[in-house]
DNA sequence: CATGAATGAGAATTCATTCAT
DNA sequence: CATGAATGAATTCTCATTCAT
């Protein structure tokens, strides 16, 4: 890398070039392993979803990715963490849109509708991370399910904290919303986990309509 | 294992006697072949149920069941007919006691009332066998889920011939019920999972009258 | 196995016999059993020593005892202990011939004689056994060095134990009989690799007339 | 490595200069050079010390020597190499030590003991080469053994000269001198052996009294 | 010259399944 | 029928070595 930048240097005449084009070679190499390091994660998502975590083996994400096995675990530093990247990375983005739906809506109904509307298509739109979250996570062995039931955790409290400001909002009326939020979580879990185990319904949202009525019913909301 | 009593039988009196008592001594054997059988069964819930599908191993089945391996696959060709004979188990054992409580209760709304709380009160009744269930199955392996899907989709069925004839009956207004169905099997599990999982509430019964609440108004009932 | 036992009792005229047989069976078994455990371990000592305890794989073992690598596992849990038995073996043979050397022999002198004579012949026939105990162990790793140190340890005190006597005695002078011990099993150990390493000299047992000679001298006795 | 250096040179003052001291340059470069080769061995030193040779990876080596893999192949064609310096390193230092001690000693016996005490002087010193040298070393692969047997025997040839002039000179009886020399090596190293895996004598040093004792006598000396 | 990403050939160990006794 | 010895394919993880930058 010395070599380069003094390869550079020379052939310039300034030698502050030879710092930024030193910083052009490290991002190049930065960039590099970026792809390299998504490219991993990308295969195990395919070969976990496919095969199931357990039965997912190193060496078929490495074929996948188009690595090595010494590839895979330079790294990551076992099959464990490439896991959890990737359900941490799910939840991050379903969290995130989720939040940021219920943000950019002022109605507080509304708010809940369009949570419940993105977080059903960001499932839709992938479909492989989704089977990864919903199905095998949870029988991935017991090391993952602290994590899941963590991550199930903070998507419970999401709706919780929604119906809760909601309740002390008035726009609902009281109801208990420790229990209501954990079904909620799991009513939409079910609805999402047989369309990507049956492909029922063919277009995910078109659950939207008919679970909407339901949550908001279940809240005591009359349908307008 | 007849031939083991008739060993005994031999060297007690007279080995004629052997023969002649060999229907008594078929059943005797069946007895013990279906002892056998159960402790098998008892010993893999525990093992599966600690350990998971794949981390656990017919040897630890064989020494929880202190029988030997061989003996294990005398009665069952392999590792996953245990694990699916349980999965039935479980399933038929929810499915007849949820059916039976509907079954008793002649009023429509009741009927419904009584199977929730029977499926929470098997659930609490049957902590690893629950376990098993709704946490272990789905990332248990490809072989699995369809089996796991079908599971669910009639319990799911189950709920929505019930939404289907109270809406028949006018004692509910009509709705989704394909998606109602699905979403309350959803709601349901996962107020389950996470006391099977954290311990919370600590007696599964105590979410009986929120759940109970939740399904009700979403089917657009209004508390009484 | 209770099959062939009915066997021979149906066909022979006498039950106690079935038992008799019984036996056999099992010493039949549990014959073979030893014959493959030595078998294992006559492949490991072969195998160790031409490779050392690292290099040494256990399919190389498997291989060369005619097992299966998951036969090995089945009688050992680890390569380690393999390496260990072997290890306790020899510190075994060495010490009990070696003790055995001493009783039988009553004059005090003597006694040392007949132990050293009998180390370097018990060495002597069983080249790569000495491989091992000498050469191999000390490097293969951490948690070798320390039960090497007290085998070390135990044949020092062996011979401790003796000068201490022989001091008691008055068949020799006082000395400092803990360095004296051990520089003595050093002394030895030495002239052995030697020999195991390099063939020097062609027969161990030749270097015993100098090597008794050494060790009288170094406690104080005048060669006669 | 020359550009490196330019490179330094070339953002502090001026690149022509670079070119003109570019002897100087070359013996800053060297001197560099010494000081990394340096440090490698001794992290090496260390790592093996404490890990052995098998266990010790070339990236741990890299770690604590603050340098990189890559760089520690650019010194070393391999990992085997690196080893064989540190013992011929422990082995020149022995010697040489050993031989100044005899030289500057001109009684004949007190060359004994001046070898004797300036080596345990020196292994006290440097305990994690000589654990390296007595430890390690054997059990670190076929490669090494002839290269240990060497270095063992080239200290035994020492010890066997000084015997054979002692005896021509006529300071000793004659002896067995090709045994003693490999006996009193073995002596010694046990000795050290002992203590640099045991930790006794808390100071090698204190072994000297004895030790020379014991090795005087078996060379047939009275002590004065 | 230095760096560290990448490779891939093992290594130890596990375990479902079979089968002789 | 029961037992447990035996098999061997599969799995995770390691690491010396190479080489592009």
Redesign the interface.
Known sequence: M??T??FV?INTTD?SVGFVESREVLDKQQAKSQVRFSRILDAATTVFS??????AAVDDIALESQTSKGGIYFYFPNKQAIFLVLLDKMAGLLRSRAEDAMNQEPDMLKKGDAALYTMLQTFAGHRTLTRLF?????????EF?DRM?EI??SF?RLIKDYLDRAVANGTIAP??T???S??????????V??WV??GQPAQLEE?Y???R???R????LVAQ
């Open positions: 010395i070599l930048v003094l240097t030698a496919q095969k199931g975590y357990k039965d919903l199905v095998e996570a949870l029988g991935a062995g017991r399910n039931m199930h955790a419970s109801l208990n420790d229990i209501a954990v079904a909620w979580f799991g009513a939409v879990n079910e609805v986990t047989r185990l049956t659950a309509p008919a679970l009525e339901l949550l019913r279940s809240a005591g």
